[in-house]
Nanobody, 118 residues
Framework: QVQLVESGGGLVQAGGSLRLSCAASGSIVSINHMAWYRQAPGKQRELVAITSGGNTNYADSVKGRFTISRDNAKNTVYLQMNSLKPEDTAVYYC?????????????WGQGTQVTVSS
């Protein structure tokens, strides 16, 4: 019913920047929140940033370096990542909670690899 397509991952040197995108399509009535998570090898998936109703929140580890934004007309969420560090290396997943019909659902993107070399 809803598909998420991520793009923008890759390999970058420490101090560099990347921009991730996640476009949602399908029978979306409204979006409650859009977020980015990440999962490093051997670690649990963690919330990186979330935007909901005009509010944004970030993990302490990325505050001041990452910026989440959304284009409501395109149902797309972005994650601008600056001053990247090797510890930011992970698979990044977008996540949306949206209304389809009369029910709220949670959806995940396929994940995109971000690798930061030292």
């Amino acid at each position: 019913q809803v598909q998420l397509v991520e793009s923008g991952g890759g390999l970058v040197q420490a101090g560099g920047s990347l921009r991730l995108s996640c476009a949602a399509s399908g029978s979306i009535v409204s979006i409650n929140h859009m977020a980015w998570y990440r999962q490093a090898p051997g670690k649990q998936r963690e919330l990186v940033a979330i935007t909901s109703g005009g509010n944004t929140n970030y993990a302490d580890s990325v505050k001041g370096r990452f910026t989440i934004s959304r284009d409501n007309a395109k149902n797309t969420v972005y994650l601008q990542m600056n001053s990247l560090k090797p510890e930011d290396t992970a698979v990044y997943y977008c996540n949306i909670n949206c209304r389809v019909g009369s029910v709220n659902y949670n959806y995940w993107g396929q994940g995109t690899q971000v690798t930061v070399s030292s």
